[in-house]
């Protein structure tokens, strides 16, 4: 089918989007090289903002339909890595959050992320199987946090065996379960993370930043009955 110049010009415009990604990523590193950190979580923040919405956008504008020679998913992919794990973990050996001596160990998380992102079945249609690649949002409460180098490298440890762990995490746009509520905490979390990420010496940093830890715990309490009851379907549709 030959779709229109507007909604091919549409469809680009999706795609250019999604790439915005990719420079938000490199002014996110030269701000933490020259320390920045309040600037590099910003702008990591806000590319994180474009991944969020990327997603309905190319479904509105039917990107895969209207160019299906160019590969969205794989952009998005290599985004989503430089994003959520490359960039995190460049930030803890530059923050100096692990053990001196230990900074090899960042090589956990790139690893798993590796491995997730290129199993099939890393993404359902309603859930992320596996710990999802969620390391800057991990590092950044780390760091607002101010735990010991020992701790942050136990909390990352743990978190890459997770990955491997096929637990069906919830998709926050996809998981039909309490999916309203989840996207409207997801907002009033996510404006909260955006003014830790300015001030995250502020006085009141610390106690915010505890408060904001009620949507994480939700949403692995949420996780853990998705994948019950997505194991209990499938073990239905087997029987």
Known sequence: MEY???????AWGVHA?????LPLALLSVLSLVNGKVELFWALNGTAVLVDATDGALARKVKVREV???????????IVDFITFTFLPCIALVLL????????????????????????????????FVGFPSYWNLS??????LGTAPWVNL??????AVLVFVPVHYVYPTR???????????????????????LNPTAAWARGLTLISLVYPAYYFVLSGFNH????????????
Do not use: H, N
Not at 139 to 144: A, F, H, N, P, T
Not at 154 to 159: E, F, G, K, S
């Open 17 to 21: 989007y999604t790439a915005m990604g």
């Open 154 to 159: 136990t909390v990352i440890t743990a978190l």
């Open 67 to 77: 160019l299906p020679a160019f590969d969205g998913r794989r952009l998005d992919d």
């Open 175 to 197: 998981t039909r379960l309490l999916r309203p509520l989840t996207i409207l905490g997801g907002y009033a979390w996510a404006a909260t993370l955006m003014v830790l990420c």
């Open 96 to 127: 100096d959050m692990f053990p001196a001596g230990l900074e090899w160990a960042v090589a956990a998380p790139l690893l798993a992320s590796g491995y997730g992102f290129c199993q099939e079945r890393a993404k359902t249609d309603e859930s």
């Open 228 to 239: 019950v009851r997505i194991r209990r379907q499938l073990a239905e549709a087997e029987a």
């Open 4 to 10: 229109s110049r507007k909604r091919r010009l549409a």
């Open 139 to 144: 590092v950044l409460y780390l760091y607002l």
